[in-house]
T-cell receptor, first 111, second 117 residues
Framework: DAKTTQPNSMESNEEEPVHLPCNHSTISGTDYIHWYRQLPSQGPEYVIHGLTSNVNNRMASLAIAEDRKSSTLILHRATLRDAAVYYCILIGSAGTYKYIFGTGTRLKVLA | KAGVTQTPRYLIKTRGQQVTLSCSPISGHRSVSWYQQTPGQGLQFLFEYFSETQRNKGNFPGRFSGRQFSNSRSEMNVSTLELGDSALYLC????????????????FGEGSRLTVL
């Protein structure tokens, strides 16, 4: 079965960049790569998404490998408010449903 | 602009009972999807609705069902509750329909936390 693989946890110092990796070796050509983050007692919050090219928005950057089998979410300057569980999700448009979730990476930001 | 609203936020049921959870999407969003989140299995897809039709269903038993109304509000029902159904049930809405799935972001509610005793 298709799946995404993420490290269970990572730590970063405040105001330093953070690179959160995700492996999705079984991705298909029509699958979009989405990243969401979840704070305690809240629903997931959208961070960024992309298909093939690298993407930037006000929250983060998404670097997608050329073969699309992995991606990296980049937080340019981590703040204490970025401490959350980050999920890498494949969302497919073709055929039957495809919402493939990773187990998430718990990011701890150190002051 | 109001976000996705899920009710109730917390509920406790006993084995064998049934439960109905409600989700009101963001105004103008016609696509609603449901997810189950547990510590052991993580996030799993339950259903996807668009224009009152179930477009996709995840790998869950028939005890899990849902529907969508003409105003895009959605409900999910779990019958004959089991202990393993204890979870956070999340609803998300989106502007894009199933054929464009993935091109737009999902807006999640805060979830309904179900405890089955």
């Amino acid at each position: 079965d298709a799946k995404t693989t993420q490290p269970n946890s990572m730590e970063s110092n405040e105001e330093e960049p953070v690179h959160l990796p995700c492996n999705h070796s079984t991705i298909s050509g029509t699958d979009y790569i989405h990243w969401y983050r979840q704070l305690p007692s809240q629903g997931p919050e959208y961070v960024i998404h992309g298909l093939t090219s690298n993407v930037n928005n006000r929250m983060a950057s998404l670097a997608i490998a050329e073969d699309r089998k992995s991606s990296t979410l980049i937080l340019h300057r981590a703040t204490l408010r970025d401490a959350a569980v980050y999920y890498c999700i494949l969302i497919g448009s073709a055929g039957t449903y495809k919402y493939i979730f990773g187990t998430g990476t718990r990011l701890k930001v150190l002051a | 602009k109001a976000g996705v609203t899920q009710t109730p936020r917390y509920l406790i049921k006993t084995r064998g009972q049934q439960v109905t959870l409600s989700c009101s999407p963001i105004s103008g969003h016609r696509s609603v999807s449901w997810y189950q989140q547990t510590p052991g299995q993580g996030l799993q897809f339950l259903f996807e609705y668009f224009s009152e039709t179930q477009r996709n269903k995840g790998n869950f038993p028939g005890r899990f069902s849902g529907r969508q109304f003409s105003n895009s509000r959605s409900e999910m029902n779990v019958s004959t509750l089991e202990l393993g159904d204890s979870a956070l049930y999340l609803c998300a809405s989106s502007l894009v329909g199933p054929s464009d799935r993935g091109t737009g972001e999902l807006f999640f509610g805060e979830g309904s936390r179900l405890t089955v005793l």
